[in-house]
């Protein structure tokens, strides 16, 4: 679902439940137990009501874009050097550019005396042979 679309879901009767998408001419239709929640609430204090109107309910005086906020990854990665320049970053495949966005930013740290120091349960992608003990314990 685009977060930008009108995403509507309905009560219809029972246990029925019907979702439409004002950027799609098809619906979908659910049961009660196929919905999960979640609640996000964020709030924001402004010292008046003219800090408040720079707002304008849209997170910032200046509303940013997806295409802003990878361009600005772009730009900080070729800084880096992780990235040859900031246009050929953008022009990657989506997904390769948002692994590479992870795997630049996103650094845990390792245990201080690991046995192995790997996620256990994702060895198998460097070790596949090990995909059916770790299938037991994973």
Request: hydrophobic residues 40%.
């Amino acid at each position: 679902m685009s977060k930008d679309a009108l995403n509507v879901l309905t009560f219809e009767s029972g246990d029925d439940w019907t979702l439409t998408h004002s950027d799609k001419p098809d619906s979908h239709s659910y049961k009660t137990e196929d919905l999960r929640m979640s609640v996000v609430y964020r709030a924001r204090c402004f010292r008046d009501k003219a800090e408040s109107t720079k707002f304008a309910g849209n997170g910032g005086p200046v509303s940013m874009t997806l295409d802003s906020i990878l361009m600005k990854f772009a730009s900080d990665m070729a800084a880096k050097g992780v990235v040859s320049d900031a246009e050929g970053a953008m022009k990657m495949d989506r997904l390769d550019f948002a692994m590479l966005i992870v795997k630049t930013y996103i650094k845990y740290p390792l245990p201080v005396d690991p046995l192995i120091p790997y996620n256990y349960c994702a060895l198998d992608r460097i070790l596949p042979a090990l995909s059916p003990l770790l299938r037991l314990i994973c």
